[in-house]
Antibody, heavy 117, light 107 residues
């Protein structure tokens, strides 16, 4: 059974940093691109980052480029999102997703990040 | 960035009815279009990928189609469990962009 379990969310002050983790199981992690997608409270979905199977290629939208870093550890079947210089508009539930959101995509249950003073 | 204009924003339908949700892309995206369903309090689930391909485990009541830069999701024989918000997603180019969502309620 495919499982993606996010962790690391919580309350953080503006300007501070937070690192999210996603533990994967039930599939060969190293064979899949992985992604992060977020959803602000009562809002729609926003793609945040994608990483290639080896980790050599990463992609971001302008809204987080330079502040967020996606990474992975294939030996640990784990995905990460380092978030720096956090802003109130980064408040959202962050989902870890298998694949590049196309065929075979599977999402975790999400972890809530609240940026507030 | 590619804009995905999704309509309607909401709709209400009865069980066994047929509903259609559409997304208009602001430029050619080929078949790089996916549809997701998000049930209340849950994470999104892939329904359709490559515009017309049914994801694993998804009932055949769901189908996707394409006409130029307009994409449609059709749900036949609506069931109560189809309640939720539906999103389209273009994967043609970065940044990937979602439609604003369609909230489907069953009468």
């Amino acid at each position: 059974e495919v499982q993606l379990v996010e962790s690391g969310g919580g309350l953080v002050q503006p300007g501070r940093s937070l690192k999210l983790s996603c533990a994967a199981s039930g599939f060969t992690f190293s064979n899949y691109y992985m992604a992060w997608v977020r959803q602000a409270p009562k809002k729609g979905l926003e793609w945040v980052a994608t990483i290639s199977t080896s980790g050599s290629r990463t992609y971001y939208p302008d809204s987080v480029k330079g502040r967020f870093t996606i990474s992975r550890d294939n030996a640990k079947s784990s995905l990460y999102l380092q978030m720096n210089s956090l802003k109130s508009e980064d408040t959202a539930t962050y989902y870890c997703a298998r694949g590049a959101l196309g065929a075979g995509a599977y999402w975790g249950q999400g972890t809530l990040v609240t940026v507030s003073s | 960035d590619i804009q995905m204009t999704q309509s309607p924003a909401s709709l209400s339908a009865s069980p066994e009815e047929i509903v259609t949700i559409t997304c208009q892309a602001s430029q050619d995206i080929g078949n790089w279009l996916a549809w997701y369903q998000q049930k209340p309090g849950k994470s999104p689930q892939l329904l359709i990928y490559s515009a017309t391909s049914l994801a694993d485990g998804i009932p055949s009541r769901f189908s996707g189609s394409r006409s130029g830069t307009q994409y449609s999701l059709k749900i036949s024989r609506l069931q109560v469990e189809d309640t939720g918000i539906y999103y389209c997603l273009q994967r043609y180019s970065n940044p990937y962009t979602f439609g604003a969502g369609t909230k489907l309620e069953l009468k």
